[in-house]
């Protein structure tokens, strides 16, 4: 299996709605990243996972939440969000941490209203 | 801090037509990897072709292939015999050392028939 997989495709959620999206890959590979892409626009780094444990953060807003139940499974946690967090979620993986090319999910098309 | 140019925001050329993609990247760094990737409308990123900066021999994928000139910091990407299925937003991304990728902000490349 080398690929990375995103649930789900599509998502249309309020600014109260609580959602998660969720990112999984059978590679062995022990780092994730999630990503915002905007229309045009190169991705955006949101949070990186090394060996389950969050390495970095880049200042992302509380109410984006990431987890990392085990080394094949990432989650983002989405609640209060806002319209202009719309965008496309991509997950990534590597084989580890240092000078590795990264492989990207689909990505999940989030619409806030 | 790393940053990646790509001068050509838009290109179109005919199929079967040779394109060349360029990209110019800033660091103080010897040892980093140099990567193109892919993004079709469909959206999934894909990587097409990556660079080792301590190796001196371009790298080559079928009709794609690079032309790395580190002293210029250069990393031009050569589509050679264009196919429809080419047409897609081009990044070009540097990697130095641990887990950040840095994007430049793409090429978006049509091919027509």
């Known amino acids: 299996d080398t690929e990375v997989t995103q649930t789900p495709k599509h998502l249309v959620m309020g600014m109260t709605n609580k959602k998660s999206l969720k990112c999984e890959q059978h590679m062995g590979h022990r780092a994730m990243y999630w990503y915002k892409q905007k229309a045009k626009k190169p991705p955006e780094l949101m949070f990186v996972?090394?060996?389950?444990?969050?390495?970095i953060n880049e200042s992302v807003p509380s109410r984006f939440s990431p987890e990392c139940p085990n080394s094949s499974l990432l989650n983002l946690h989405l609640h209060a969000l806002q319209p202009e967090d719309s965008a496309l979620y991509l997950c990534a993986s590597s084989p580890g941490t240092y000078n590795n090319e990264q492989f990207f999910g689909p990505g999940t098309r989030l619409t806030v209203l | 801090a790393q940053t990646v140019t790509q001068s050509q925001p838009e290109m179109s050329v005919q199929e079967a037509e040779t394109v060349t993609l360029s990209c110019t990247y800033d660091?103080?760094?010897?040892?980093?990897?140099l990567f193109w990737y892919k993004q079709p409308p469909s959206r999934q990123m894909i990587l097409v072709i990556r660079?080792?900066?301590?190796?001196?021999q371009n790298a080559t994928e079928n009709r794609f292939s690079v032309n790395f000139q580190k002293a210029a910091k250069s990393f031009s990407l050569k589509i050679s015999d264009s196919q429809l299925g080419d047409t897609a937003m081009y990044f070009c991304a540097f990697i130095e050392g641990a887990q950040k990728l840095v994007f430049g902000q793409g090429t978006r490349l049509t091919i027509n028939p």
């Open positions: 660079q080792e900066a301590y190796k001196q």
């Open positions: 660091t103080s760094e010897n040892n980093y990897y």
């Open positions: 996972y090394s060996y389950e444990k969050l390495s």
